[in-house]
């Protein structure tokens, strides 16, 4: 089965805390793993893929194979974070599967 | 660029109206996707689609759900006789390709809400 659980339907934070958004994914195959970020009744934006390694606005997020997880990170929170954020991985026909998302709440 | 662009950002329908969603890609792309967001349950995959093809329709309910994406013009999401648990937000997205490494591009989204 192909699935993306994001076990955290809220996650509350103070503002200069770590954040963490957990995500787990079920995929026979090698993965290819997405975060999006929807702020308030905006669109989705893609935050960051697994391939390209790469830091956006500080967040990082590692594919751990053995664990199947692919965790979002950021060192110190900002309350411009506060959004819904999404993980997704790309299923075998192409589209992308999203979990159900984790609200993140920065407060002062 | 314009992005992805979908129409119209809010529709009211009446129990058992039709409801027809628009949705252009970006330019270049030519694989569009469509996704239902519900309260408490994140996204919801519906249909993949390339011009003129339907390439995966499993999130699709079997009834009254249709979607389109004709050589010319933009892809058409089409629901009949819509009841009130049809309301969510629905929402589009295109890549260039169906391995793209760039992820997909999402429109702002149609509310519909059935009164």
């Known amino acids: 089965a192909q699935r993306v659980t994001q076990p955290e339907k809220l996650l509350s934070v103070f503002k200069g805390a770590p954040v963490e958004l957990k995500c787990n994914y079920s995929?026979?195959?090698?993965?290819?793993l997405f975060w999006y970020v929807q702020y308030s009744r905006q669109r989705l934006q893609l935050l960051l893929r697994h391939i390209s390694r790469e830091s956006i606005k500080g967040f990082t997020a590692d594919l751990n194979k053995g664990e199947t997880s692919f965790h979002l990170k950021k060192p110190f929170a900002q309350e411009e974070d506060s959004a819904m954020y999404y993980c997704?991985?790309?299923?075998?026909?192409?589209?992308?599967?999203f979990g159900k998302g984790t609200k993140l709440s920065v407060k002062p | 660029n314009a992005g992805v662009m979908q129409n119209p950002r809010h529709l009211v329908r009446r129990r058992g109206q039709e409801a027809r969603l628009r949705c252009s890609p970006m330019k270049g792309h030519s694989h569009v996707y469509w996704y239902r967001q519900l309260p408490e349950e994140g996204l919801k995959f519906m249909v993949y689609?390339?011009?003129?093809?339907?390439?995966?329709e499993s999130g699709m309910p079997k009834e009254r759900f249709s979607a389109e994406f004709p050589k010319e013009g933009p892809s058409i999401l089409r629901i009949q006789q819509v009841v009130r648990g049809d309301s969510a937000a629905y929402f589009c997205a295109s890549s260039r390709g169906q391995g793209s490494i760039y992820g997909y591009t999402f429109g702002s989204g149609t509310r519909l809400t059935v009164v």
């Open positions: 995929y026979s195959g090698s993965p290819e």
């Open positions: 997704a991985l790309r299923g075998s026909q192409g589209n992308l599967i």
């Open positions: 689609l390339q011009k003129e093809n339907i390439i995966d």
